[in-house]
C-alpha cells in the first residue's frame, strides 16, 4: 500500500522478495544495504534464527532521491522462504506495491520455485490481490552455479506472462540493482497510474 | 473502506500532529507515533530525536501484524492493544480505525492507567480523521486526474532511471 504524504513531500512504497528457502532473498538486501551511500538508507533489520534463516523478515529502508520534488522511499521486505512460515509470508505480504520473485536456478530447486510461486498466487489471493494485476517481477539467482536450469526453460516454468526478468548472482550484486530498478519502475508507474 | 493507498495532505498531518502532541502531553508520555498497518510513519509527537522511527514503524507493523495472526488463529477479531514493559521505558501500542497503530512511549513519569485513557481519547480523534481522509479521497477519485493537480503524475521514465543514477 503506497502512501503519498504531501505534508512532507515523500512517497513511499513497499516491495517483498519472495521465493522459496535459500534462493538468496536476504543476500539481496545484504548487498544492496553495504553497496548504498550510509546518507540513504536505514538500518538492516533481520528476525532471523540462530542459523540466519530469516524468521520473520528482513527489512531495509531505502531512500532513493527526489522525483518531481518528491522524496522516494522503497522499504524492501523479504519473508522466510521455508514453506512451514506460511502464516509470516501472508502478514508480510500485506500491502505491497510490488513483489520481486527469487527464483534459484539450480536443477534440484525447480519444484521449490514453482511450489513457492503458486504459494504465492494463493497468499495474494487471499488478500483478494492478483499477481497480474501488480507490478511483478522474477530474479533468476545463482545464476554463477554449475547444475543450472537454462533461462528459456525457467521462463516457460515461471514466467507464462512474460514479465520483466534479471539474472542475479545476488552475493556478488549481479543483477541485484537492475531487478530493483525494474520493480521500481513498475511501481512508480502503476502510482502514476492511480494519480 | 481503508482498502486503498494512503494519501496524506498537509492538513491532515497537521490535525494528527495537533492530536498525537496533546496525547503526549495528557499522558506524560515521552513520544508517540501514529504508523500506517503496513509500516510507514505518518505523524509524530515528543521525544522523537533518538528513536530510529522508520524501523520502529516496520517493527510495531510486524508485531500488530503476527498479534493479529494469532487473534485470527484463536477465533478472535483481533488483539487491538499491545503492552511491552521494559526496565525504564514501556510501549501502549493500539490499532485505531483499523488501518492506523498508535504506538505510545512512557517511563515512570506516566503509568499504564493514565496512558490507557488518554489513549482512548486520541484513538476517537484519529478515527475521525480518518474518515475525512477517506471520504475526501473518493471525492477526489471522482474528480479524476486533473483535479488532484499532483505533479506525480508527470514522471517519466527518464525520472525514474536518474533516481538510479546517484
Known amino acids: ?195 | 473502506m481503508f482498502g486503498t493507498d494512503l494519501t496524506l495532505f498537509e492538513e491532515d498531518e497537521r490535525r494528527f500532529t495537533a492530536v498525537l502532541a496533546r496525547l503526549c502531553t495528557d499522558s506524560k508520555s515521552r513520544a508517540v507515533f501514529l504508523i500506517d498497518k503496513s509500516g510507514q510513519l505518518i505523524s509524530s509527537a515528543g521525544e522523537t530525536a533518538s528513536v530510529d522511527i522508520t524501523s520502529l514503524a516496520s517493527l510495531t507493523a510486524g508485531n500488530i501484524a503476527a498479534t493479529g495472526g494469532l487473534a485470527q488463529l484463536l477465533g478472535e477479531k483481533e488483539f487491538s492493544v499491545l503492552f511491552h514493559e521494559g526496565e525504564k521505558d514501556h510501549l501502549h501500542i493500539s490499532v485505531v480505525a483499523q488501518r492506523g497503530i498508535l504506538v505510545v512511549l512512557f517511563d515512570q513519569r506516566s503509568s499504564l492507567g493514565l496512558v490507557r485513557l488518554r489513549v482512548k481519547r486520541a484513538s476517537e480523534d484519529i478515527t475521525q480523521i480518518f474518515s475525512g481522509m477517506a471520504a475526501r479521497t473518493q471525492q477526489e477519485a471522482g474528480r479524476g486526474r486533473a483535479a488532484f493537480q499532483t505533479q506525480f503524475a508527470q514522471i517519466t521514465d527518464e525520472d525514474i532511471d536518474n533516481l538510479f543514477m546517484r
Not at chain 1, 536476504?26 to 540513504?40: A, E, G
Not at chain 1, 522525483?67 to 514453506?83: A, C, E, N, S, W
Not at chain 1, 504459494?119 to 497480474?132: G, T
Not at chain 1, 543483477?175 to 502514476?192: C, D, S
Request: charge should be positive; proline fraction near 5%; hydrophobic fraction near 40%.
Open chain 1, 1 to 195: 500500500m503506497s502512501f503519498i504524504n504531501y505534508a512532507a513531500r515523500e512517497i513511499n512504497c513497499k516491495l517483498v522478495y519472495y521465493g522459496p528457502g535459500l534462493c538468496g532473498k536476504t543476500t539481496n538486501l545484504q548487498y544492496i544495504f553495504s553497496k548504498v551511500d550510509p546518507n540513504s538508507k536505514g538500518k538492516l533489520i533481520s528476525l532471523a534464527t540462530e542459523t540466519e534463516r530469516t524468521l520473520f523478515f528482513d527489512f531495509l529502508p531505502l531512500e532513493l532521491g527526489t522525483i518531481r520534488g518528491f522524496k522516494t522511499r522503497f522499504h524492501l521486505y523479504t519473508v522466510p522462504g521455508q514453506v512451514f512460515y506460511d502464516a509470516s509470508r501472508k502478514l508480510i505480504l500485506r500491502g505491497a506495491d510490488g513483489v520481486i520473485f527469487v527464483a534459484d536456478s539450480q536443477v534440484e530447486r525447480m519444484e521449490s520455485n514453482i511450489e513457492s510461486l503458486e504459494n504465492l498466487e494463493i497468499n495474494l489471493a487471499e488478500q483478494k490481490m492478483k499477481l497480474e494485476s501488480m507490478p511483478f517481477v522474477l530474479q533468476y539467482n545463482k545464476r554463477d552455479l554449475p547444475n543450472i536450469v537454462p533461462t528459456d526453460e525457467l521462463q516457460a516454468a515461471l514466467n507464462p506472462r512474460n514479465v520483466p526478468w534479471f539474472e542475479a548472482c545476488a552475493p556478488k550484486g549481479t543483477g541485484v540493482f537492475e531487478t530493483l530498478k525494474g520493480t521500481a519502475k513498475l511501481v512508480l508507474n502503476e502510482l502514476k497510474k492511480k494519480t
